[in-house]
C-alpha cells in the first residue's frame, strides 16, 4: 500500500515538475512526512529522510524534464552553466544547514515555507521583468542562495529560480525550462550530500542509504520520469493558473498541517 501511494505521488510530481518548473519536491516532502510519520519512523530522523529523499528523486524527475524542454530549444544553457557553479557550493552548504536543525524544527520551517509558496501561487505575484539578466558572478552568486535554500527545503528550486529567471526578463517558457536544467545539479548535490551525513544514522529504518530512503526513491521516481514529460508539454500548450490556485489550496492544508 505504501508502494502504491509513492507511484501515485511520483505521477503528481512529475506533471508538477513539468507544468511549473519545479521539481515536486513541494509536495513530495510533505506527502513523506505523513508517510513516514505513519511507519512509526523516528521523529527525529524522518523530515531529513524525507528531504533527502525528495532530493534524490529530483534527479529523475529533472532528467526527463530538461529533455522535453531542451527538445523544444527553451532552455537556456549559458545561464545554467554558471548558476550550477554557485550551485553546487550552495547545496552542499544547504544540507549542512538541514542537518542541524532538530526534526520538529525542520518540519515547521518547511510547513511556512509551503503556505508562503501556497500564497504566491493563489495570487500569482511575479516580479515584473525589470531587469536583465545578470553576468558570470550574479548568476553563480543567485545559484548558490538557491542551491542553499532548495537544499533545507527539499526542492529542485524551481520555486525561486522562475521568479528568479522572469525578474530578470526570460520569456517565461524559457524560465521554467532553464529552471528545470538547474534542478538537476541542486538535486543531484543536495541527495549526495544528505546520504553522506546521514550514514550509519541509527534512527533510520532498513532499506535506507543515509536519509534517502530507496523504497520511496523508486516508487517516486518510477511515475515520475514518465509524467515529467507530460506536464512539461502541457506548459507549453495551455496557462496552469486554475491549476496552480488548486495547487496552492492543497500546499496552504498541508502547511498549517505541519505547524500545528
Keep these: ?20 518548473g519545479v521539481g515536486g ?3 513530495i516532502v510533505p506527502v513523506l512526512v505523513l508517510s513516514f510519520t505513519a511507519q512509526g519512523i523516528d521523529p527525529q530522523v524522518l523530515t ?12 529523475f524527475t529533472s532528467i526527463n524534464s530538461v529533455m522535453e524542454h531542451h527538445r523544444k530549444g527553451a ?4 545561464i545554467v552553466a554558471w548558476m550550477t557553479v554557485g550551485i553546487l557550493l550552495g547545496a552542499g552548504l544547504g544540507s549542512l544547514t ?3 536543525i532538530q526534526g520538529p524544527m525542520l518540519q515547521k520551517i518547511i510547513g511556512v515555507f509551503a503556505i508562503v509558496i501556497a500564497i504566491q501561487m493563489a495570487l500569482d505575484l511575479k516580479p515584473s521583468a525589470s531587469r536583465a539578466v545578470p553576468g558570470k558572478l550574479g548568476l553563480t552568486t543567485a545559484g548558490g542562495v538557491i542551491g542553499w535554500a532548495s537544499a533545507i527545503f527539499g526542492i529542485g528550486g524551481g520555486t525561486l529560480n522562475v521568479p528568479f529567471l522572469t525578474w530578470r526578463s526570460l520569456p517565461m517558457q524559457q524560465a ?3 529552471s528545470s536544467a538547474c534542478g538537476l545539479p541542486i538535486a543531484a548535490a543536495s541527495a ?18 543515509g536519509y534517502v530512503y530507496l ?14 514529460r507530460f506536464g512539461a508539454r502541457l506548459a507549453h500548450r495551455l496557462s496552469p493558473r486554475l491549476l496552480k490556485r488548486l495547487f496552492a489550496l492543497l500546499l496552504l492544508g498541508v502547511g498549517v498541517s505541519f505547524l500545528v
Design 1 to 20: 500500500m505504501e508502494f502504491l501511494l509513492y507511484l501515485v505521488l511520483g505521477a503528481a510530481a512529475g506533471v508538477l515538475a513539468g507544468l511549473f
Design 25 to 27: 519536491g513541494i509536495i
Design 48 to 59: 531529513h529522510l524525507a528531504v533527502g529523499t525528495s532530493l534524490a528523486t529530483i534527479v
Design 75 to 78: 532552455v537556456q544553457w549559458s
Design 98 to 100: 538541514a542537518a542541524s
Design 176 to 178: 521554467v525550462a532553464t
Design 192 to 209: 549526495l550530500s544528505f546520504m553522506l551525513i546521514g550514514w550509519r544514522q541509527p534512527q533510520l529504518p532498513e532499506w535506507s542509504l
Design 215 to 228: 523504497p520511496a526513491m523508486v516508487g517516486v521516481a518510477l511515475t515520475s520520469m514518465f509524467f515529467a
